[in-house]
């Protein structure tokens, strides 16, 4: 059945028609039948009902207008309810007519025992709603009611009453069934008790969509009954954060609602969603991004205000509220404090402890590329050039602040050279006998190996080695390697000869992989040979 909620009769009686009918489409026994006069007569009981309700339904839209002083816009929905009415009534004897020509053309009812004769026949039904082409009329009429109401009521829940049978679930998937339009589907090949029956369950889906439309009408007047039945106490503390020997301070006071309302909840022209406390009762939901543009340079505040509106019936109430927005506090915790190695990957941990968890800040700036890091508030920063660099920081959309910050260029890398793990002695110099290899290396500044650990790996790539003699070279050679061995040179040694080193090629490995060409502090060293 459709329209309105069925109670479990109506249920039933809805099922016990869909069976009788499916067991009429396979041909069985027509013992059936006697069933379908039974659900006739059930089915017109329960119309009798929803009829009464029906009817009570207008009245109490009625009497709610005219309580309220039947202002216009109460009115024009008390007309409307009156249509949906008038309309329902108008079919509904159409229909009538429909079941008694059905009786009446099949012999009527036995005047002793008022059983209908012609139970069993199967061509006036046919003949009534398909060759006289009554079936069509009955669909044109059910299916414009129930586009009125759809646009009366500008609900979507009323869809077509009279539909074929490739819009019927049960019938779609049967290929004997499934082509069939309304008029052969429900009155083809159908006794006289089923057509009465078929009748009479339309009548009850039609009133039942005339229940469910008066309802809907009912609520825009507030017809229903509504009464303050739930009563909470409530506690408005003014924080619930209280420093130690500080005062705690609340309003305490009891908010009423009634289960039966349906308020509507806005704020500066916008409706926001609706939802249910722990007590059943229904509150907007505010929820929206604090701005300011202006701060009081001592409070460090800007005030703000918004309207809110609730809308429940034809009342609606204003409440202006006015916050403050307090100005971030950018914290920015780094190794390099304010000044950001050119090129580097410089870490900084921002902070805003103002916002709490809402916090989830992006970074943004055009002197320098910006990597977010794997926690809010945590980013690396590789300035692009030696200009400043401004480090936008921004929350939900929100701008907070610019940070800025000095570019500093990166330290040139110490050479250390050792000889069997040892530094070399270039003041005392080294024997030839112990001088078989050596290790040239390129070693990061203290600071800055300590501020950005991951840009301060080197590697000597091309290294210069002579052996001099009075002024006179006697052997040169280039190495691509920080070990040098020089088991080769030994021979050459004398004492008091030189061997220079000259380093010319040293790469740093950045933070973002890449190799950049660096210049030592010192490049050329004399180690003498005793």
Not at 312 to 335: C, E, F, G, M, W
Not at 429 to 457: C, H, M, Q, Y
Request: glycine residues 6%.
């Amino acid at each position: 059945m459709a329209g309105g909620k069925e109670t479990p009769r109506q249920k039933m009686i809805g099922m016990m028609y869909m069976v009788l009918t499916a067991l009429l489409a396979l041909n069985v026994s027509s013992a059936v039948l006697e069933k379908f006069v039974f659900i006739d007569e059930a089915l017109k009981e329960s119309g009798v009902a929803l009829a009464e309700k029906n009817n009570k339904t207008l009245s109490n839209i009625t009497a709610e207008v005219k309580k309220k002083g039947d202002r216009g816009a109460d009115v024009k929905v008390l007309n409307g309810a009156k249509d949906v009415h008038q309309m329902t009534q108008d079919i509904l004897s159409y229909m009538d007519g429909l079941r008694k020509r059905m009786a009446d053309d099949t012999g009527g009812y036995d005047p002793d025992t008022h059983e209908l004769k012609g139970a069993k026949d199967t061509e006036g039904v046919a003949n009534i709603m398909i060759k006289n082409k009554e079936g069509e009329k009955l669909k044109t009429q059910l299916n414009e009611y129930s586009k009125k109401l759809a646009s009366m009521t500008g609900s979507s829940e009323f869809t077509p009453l009279a539909r074929d049978a490739k819009d019927i679930p049960m019938a779609a998937s049967d290929p004997d069934q499934k082509m069939k339009d309304f008029s052969e589907y429900y009155f083809g090949d159908t006794p006289t008790a089923a057509g009465m029956a078929t009748i009479s369950q339309l009548e009850t889906e039609l009133l039942g969509y005339e229940s469910r439309a008066l309802e809907i009408l009912a609520e825009k007047v507030g017809a229903k009954d509504v009464e303050f039945d739930r009563v909470v106490p409530l506690i408005r503390p003014t924080s619930n954060v209280v420093a130690s020997g500080a005062d705690f301070e609340a309003d305490l006071f009891i908010t009423a609602a009634a289960s039966g309302m349906n308020p509507t909840f806005s704020y500066n022209g916008k409706e926001v969603p609706a939802e249910t406390n722990e007590f059943g009762i229904k509150y907007g939901k505010v929820k929206f991004a604090a701005k300011a543009s202006n701060y009081d340079p001592k409070t460090l505040m800007s005030e703000q205000k918004f309207k809110a509106q609730i809308n429940l019936n034809d009342s609606t109430y204003t409440i202006d509220h006015t916050y403050y927005v307090v100005k971030p506090v950018i914290q920015v915790r780094s190794a390099a404090l304010q000044a950001l190695y050119m090129n580097c990957g410089n870490e900084l941990d921002i902070q805003v402890p103002a916002l709490g968890t809402s916090y989830n800040p992006s970074f943004s700036s055009s002197e320098a590329t910006i990597v977010k890091g794997n926690r809010p508030g945590l980013v690396v920063v590789v300035p692009k050039g030696r200009s400043k660099v401004n480090l936008t920081v921004s929350n939900s959309g929100n701008v907070l602040g610019t940070e800025r910050f000095d570019v500093k260029k990166v330290p040139a890398p110490n050479i250390e050279i050792t000889s069997r793990n040892r530094p070399v002695d270039f003041e005392n110099g080294v024997a030839s006998a112990a001088l078989t290899t050596i290790k040239v290396s390129a070693e990061a500044d203290e600071n800055f190996a300590r501020e950005v650990p991951n840009d301060a790996r080197y590697r000597v790539k091309k290294i210069n080695v002579k052996l001099a003699r009075s002024g006179r070279q006697i052997k040169t050679e280039d190495f691509s390697s920080e070990n040098i061995d020089l088991r080769a040179w030994r021979s050459l040694f004398r004492p008091g000869d030189n061997l220079i080193v000259k380093v010319e090629d040293v790469s740093r490995r950045t933070y973002q992989g890449e190799n950049e060409r660096v210049k030592p502090t010192t490049t050329i060293y004399n180690i003498p040979i005793k």
